[in-house]
């Protein structure tokens, strides 16, 4: 019996207890997943309660992805170069060891990510979405990444945590009211809330006719998974362009904690069709 939890806020949204249930079920599991919401004031007293009641882990969404780390006491690779971890395993002596799985989700989600070698992204947002996927595009080849942020000021300090990571890619910082010509870009990530249901569903980061410069061949992808096609992947497909949703992000991320919960890799389709039974 395992006991897992999400940790986040808000959470109405979340479709991880339903894709869990489901991989659990895929690998002859038995298990509890909650949905625990945890405001950033909240989060110590959260971490305690997690410890003593014998949680075996948890994932963490936003806006906890980076504050967690001051929690964990060992941390994988991958979450050291995010510099965010949303995976987190409880080991027996109650210490904390973290994961970043998003990075594995995003670049899984990708159709044939190498072909991406040697290109430029584009990334709306720089938080712990950003930085999973900064690790995923490089991974797959990418040289150069501008960032599309709404304060410059305060993204200053995840782009040069990235400069410092990653001293042979480029990395450029623009303000998002202020998009420069987006006709260089090879795959464009929205990486902020804007157009998750519940929060602003109605919205698009990018405005239509900014969209309308990419070229024929970008990828749009947008790591929000619900609604499964958002404003922007609707824009992209209205371009006639590649869209890559959330969806399959967020199936793989949690496919790959639920690995390093039990030490079987569930069945990925299988999570899908109970997500989208649910969002349908």
């Given at each position: 019996m395992?006991?897992?939890?999400?940790?986040?806020?808000?959470?109405?949204?979340?479709?991880?207890?339903?894709?869990?249930?489901?991989?659990?079920?895929?690998?002859?599991?038995?298990?509890?997943?909650?949905i625990l919401e945890t405001p950033p004031d909240d989060l110590v007293e959260r971490v305690k309660y997690l410890k003593v009641n014998n949680y075996d882990g948890f994932n963490v969404t936003i806006p906890l992805k980076v504050p967690i780390s001051l929690f964990l006491d060992e941390i994988d690779e991958s979450a050291n170069i995010a510099g965010c971890a949303n995976t987190v395993k409880i080991m027996p002596d109650k210490s904390f060891y973290g994961y970043n799985t998003d990075i594995y989700g995003f670049r899984s989600a990708i159709k044939n990510p190498n072909r991406l070698s040697g290109k430029t992204a584009g990334i709306i947002g720089t938080g712990g979405a950003a930085r999973a996927a900064t690790v995923g595009l490089i991974q797959a080849g990418i040289k150069i990444i501008n960032y599309y942020s709404r304060n410059?000021?305060?993204?200053?300090?995840?782009?040069?945590?990235?400069?410092?990571?990653?001293?042979?890619?480029t990395f450029n910082n623009y303000q998002l009211q202020r998009i420069p010509d987006l006709?260089?870009?090879?795959?464009?990530?929205?990486?902020?809330?804007?157009?998750?249901?519940?929060?602003?569903?109605?919205?698009?980061?990018?405005?239509?006719?900014?969209?309308?410069?990419?070229k024929k061949d970008t990828i749009v992808y947008d790591v929000i998974y619900n609604p499964v096609k958002t404003l922007f992947l609707q824009a992209a497909e209205q371009?006639?362009?590649?869209?890559?949703?959330?969806?399959?992000?967020?199936?793989?991320?949690?496919?790959?904690?639920?690995?390093?919960?039990?030490?079987?890799?569930?069945?990925t389709q299988t999570m899908k069709i109970a997500a989208l039974e649910q969002l349908y």
């Open positions: 395992v006991k897992l939890a999400l940790i986040g806020y808000p959470l109405g949204h979340s479709l991880s207890a339903i894709i869990q249930q489901a991989g659990f079920k895929s690998i002859g599991e038995t298990g509890t997943y909650e410059i000021i305060n993204s200053a300090q995840m782009i040069n945590s990235m400069r410092e990571s990653f001293p042979e890619i006709q260089n870009i090879n795959i464009l990530v929205n990486c902020t809330p804007i157009g998750m249901r519940g929060h602003s569903a109605d919205m698009s980061p990018i405005p239509f006719n900014i969209m309308s410069e990419l371009l006639g362009l590649e869209t890559v949703s959330g969806l399959d992000m967020l199936i793989n991320q949690g496919a790959k904690a639920l690995e390093i919960w039990t030490g079987k890799m569930p069945d």
